[in-house]
């Protein structure tokens, strides 16, 4: 049975391809159109999950009050991103410009929650939480 860190694993590896994916195409392309929608939906997904039945639970315990905290922040800082990438022509440099600052942005959050919060998490989090969580973020990242 899967737990909330293989869970979240899944949706990371999703988002790393198709943040590299994105950076490879060109101009205002139906290519960069999909994979860029398919990512938004995937990140404002991911996140809004991921707060809900990681961070959450997380943010009760002094030992990772402040790494939650700083996670939700990272996640505010991603939708802001995506908000200007949204206003901007995708064809244009302009719009590959933000992307790769979007990609740097993700791919500093993921490593940094593989890295540094899962170890944490694992520690403060029961196996049957930890299962638990999984299905309950499982369920919403398939709705």
Known sequence: MKNIFDALKESHE???LLLDSLVET???SPIRREFY???KQ???QHSAAEERYFYAPLIESDQTIELSRHGIAEHH?????LAQLDETDNGSPAWLAKMKTLRHKVLHHLEEEEQ?????AGKV???QQKQQ???DYLKEMTR
């Open 14 to 16: 999703k988002q790393r």
């Open 26 to 28: 060109s101009g205002d």
């Open 37 to 39: 929608d398919n990512l």
């Open 42 to 44: 995937e990140l404002e």
């Open 77 to 81: 800082t991603i939708d802001k991103l």
């Open 116 to 120: 540094r919060f899962f170890p944490m």
């Open 125 to 127: 989090m029961s196996d």
């Open 133 to 135: 969580l999984a299905n």
